[in-house]
């Protein structure tokens, strides 16, 4: 039964997340949200969250906490996705493609450096 | 919003937003029968029969009711322009259940779409919520439960590059066990652009 291996590779990743979390130093959780509301799907909120998993997955970003809200009332410029590192105050992002999103995990969440062209000042 | 799997994540998100704890994603195709069904069943909080009427009708929704808005009246107008339908059954206090259906070999029936991206961007950014996605394929049938995935993680997160891979895997098996030509319609029709 396939669901039994992938269970066993699962442990795997398991071990692997926790190897990574005893060497990571507390550099404070990242939090990255995306909006997911009708109008944010509608703008292509998943191929932004689609391309923020993969970076995740191809450069082995570890410790970061993706999660999804609703509409934030700014459908205009939706695709939305937030990033809160530690106790600095929360960024917002406005149309984010997949390119975007990319460089949001790489420049921003990886080293600290905001992505300046979509940033939202609310 | 031209994919089943969008509407799906937009009409999850209403489950979530009625506080579920536990939803069930339940995809049938048969060919025999020419039908495509996709439901979702949740234990949030319900809805009064005068919400559910109101629900399917944009112009009462859009103005009063904002959490469900435009995404049901589109999903609806769609299926029943595919000799299908869309219907709601809710109580109070114990959850709703969404049901839509199409004629699958309708000409303008939607692509299921990337039905794996949805479920993992459901399953990753909503932890706290039980996910169980059933699929059908004429007599065949598969279900992912995300339960036993959590308890074999623990603390760990799901949103771990080395889990996200694992997760997706997972579904993509699940699907691919039943109908091994799932991700190839999926995608190919997603890709194809929209003629007029």
């Known amino acids: 039964m396939p669901v039994i291996k992938s269970l066993e590779d ?10 990574k979390r005893e060497l990571k130093a507390t550099s404070g959780t990242v939090q990255v949200i995306v909006g997911m509301g009708t109008c944010g799907i509608a703008a292509g909120a998943r191929d ?7 970076t995740i997955e191809t450069d ?19 695709p939305i996705v937030q990033v809160v590192i530690g106790e600095q105050p929360k960024v917002t992002y406005g149309k984010v493609t997949p390119e975007i999103a990319r460089r949001i995990m790489k420049e921003h969440v990886s080293s600290g450096k905001i992505v300046e062209s979509n940033k939202i000042n609310l | 919003m031209r994919e089943l799997s969008l509407h799906l994540l937009d009409i999850a998100e209403n489950s979530i937003a009625a506080g579920a704890k536990r939803i069930e994603i339940s995809l049938i195709e048969d060919s025999v029968l020419d039908l495509l069904q996709m439901s979702i069943t949740d234990n949030g909080k319900g809805m009064s029969p005068e919400m559910v009427a109101q629900v399917t009708d944009p112009f009462i929704t859009s103005r009063t009711t904002r959490k469900v808005g435009l995404g049901i009246p589109l999903l609806k107008a769609a299926a029943e322009a595919c000799n299908g339908f869309l219907n709601i059954t809710s109580e109070l206090g114990a959850g709703t259940t ?96 929209i003629r007029r």
């Open chain 1, 10 to 19: 699962l442990k795997k990743a398991r071990e692997e997340a926790l190897k």
């Open chain 1, 48 to 54: 932004a969250m689609k391309a923020i998993l993969e």
């Open chain 1, 60 to 78: 082995a970003i570890s410790g970061v906490i993706v999660t999804q809200t609703g509409c934030i009332g700014l459908c205009e410029k939706e």
């Open chain 2, 98 to 193: 969404l049901t839509v259906r199409f004629q699958r070999s309708h000409i303008d029936r939607m692509p299921i779409g990337d039905l794996v991206t949805t479920m993992v961007n459901l399953i990753v950014c909503n932890p706290m919520v039980h996910w169980l996605f059933e699929y059908r394929y004429d007599n065949k049938s598969a279900v992912f439960d995300d339960e036993p995935v959590k308890d074999t993680l623990g603390d760990i997160p799901l949103s771990e590059p080395e889990v996200l891979t694992c997760i997706r895997n997972m579904i993509e098996e699940t699907v691919l066990g039943i109908n091994p030509e799932f991700l190839q319609d999926s995608v190919t029709l997603t890709n194809q652009p």
